[in-house]
C-alpha cells in the first residue's frame, strides 16, 4: 500500500530555517499539502498543491515537490511553530493518506 | 472563516453503538466534500473516508471499510459517522475536515474542533 514517509521529530533554532520532509513513491505526481497541529487543537492547513499559502499563514512557510519528495520549510522559524506537521497526498485508488507526522521543537 | 461545529465529547461501553456529527454553517455544504479523520492517544491523523453531500457517495479508507459508516443530512448541513458496535480501540478524537479542489487533488481548508470518543467498561 502507498505510505508518506515523515521524519518523526526536528529541532530547529528560532529564527532558523526549519525543513521538513514528506516521502513517497512519485509522490512529485501528486499534489501535497501541509497541516500544522498544536497540542489540544485541530490541524490547520499551510500549504496545499505543493507551494500554495492560504491566506492568513505567514510567509515563512513555503513548500515544494520536485520528485519523490515535498518539503515544508519555515524559514526563519518563530517559536510559535513548534507543532506537529503533517503532510497530506492521494493514493492511485483516490484514498487520502496522511504521512505519520514530524514533531517540529524550537530551540 | 467558522469552524465546522462538531458534536460533544462521548464516553461509551463495548458494543454499543454512537453517532457523531459535523454541522457547517456555512451555505454552500453540498459543494464540497467531507472527511472524517482519527487521532488516536497521541498518534498522527489518519483518513477514515470522504462523503460528497450532493450525491452521498462515500469513499472509505481500506482500514476502516465496513467498520463506520459515514452519511449527510443535507436538509440541515450535518455529516455524521456511526458505528454500529464500539471497541475500546475507537477510543480517539475524530475530525470532520471539509474539502477543497476534487477527489485526487483535494486538501482541508476547513476543520472542527474534534469529537472525543471514550470508550471503555
Known amino acids: 500500500s502507498y505510505e508518506l514517509t515523515q521524519p518523526p521529530s526536528v529541532s530547529v533554532s528560532p529564527r532558523q530555517t526549519a525543513t521538513i520532509t514528506c516521502s513517497g513513491d512519485?509522490?512529485?505526481?501528486?499534489?501535497t499539502s501541509w497541516y500544522q497541529q498544536k497540542p489540544g487543537q485541530s490541524p490547520v492547513l499551510v500549504i496545499y498543491?505543493?507551494?500554495q499559502r492560504p491566506s492568513g499563514i505567514p510567509e515563512r512557510f513555503s513548500g515544494s515537490n520536485p520528485g519523490n519528495t515535498a518539503t515544508l520549510t519555515i524559514s526563519g522559524t518563530q517559536p510559535e511553530d513548534e507543532a506537529d506537521y503533517y503532510c497530506?497526498?492521494?493514493?492511485?485508488?483516490?484514498?487520502?493518506?496522511f504521512g505519520g507526522g514530524t514533531r517540529l521543537t524550537v530551540l | 472563516e467558522v469552524q465546522l461545529v462538531q458534536s460533544g465529547a462521548e464516553v461509551k461501553k463495548p458494543g454499543e453503538s454512537l453517532k457523531i456529527s459535523c454541522h457547517d454553517p456555512?451555505?454552500?455544504?453540498?459543494?464540497?466534500?467531507i472527511a472524517w479523520v482519527r487521532q488516536l492517544p497521541g498518534k498522527g491523523l489518519e483518513s477514515m473516508g470522504i462523503?460528497?453531500?450532493?450525491?452521498?457517495?462515500?469513499r472509505y479508507g481500506p482500514s476502516f471499510e465496513g467498520q463506520v459508516t459515514i452519511s449527510v443530512d443535507t436538509s440541515i448541513n450535518t455529516a455524521y459517522l456511526q458505528w454500529r458496535s464500539l471497541k475500546v480501540s475507537d477510543t480517539a478524537m475524530y475530525y470532520c475536515?471539509?474539502?477543497?479542489?476534487?477527489?485526487?487533488?483535494?486538501?482541508?481548508?476547513?476543520w472542527g474542533r474534534g469529537t472525543l470518543v471514550t470508550v471503555s467498561s
Open positions: 475536515a471539509r474539502m477543497k479542489e476534487k477527489m485526487g487533488n483535494g486538501y482541508f481548508d476547513l
Open positions: 456555512g451555505y454552500r455544504f453540498a459543494t464540497h466534500w
Open positions: 462523503i460528497d453531500p450532493s450525491d452521498s457517495d462515500t
Open positions: 512519485t509522490l512529485g505526481d501528486k499534489y
Open positions: 498543491q505543493d507551494n
Open positions: 497530506q497526498a492521494w493514493d492511485s485508488t483516490s484514498h487520502v493518506l
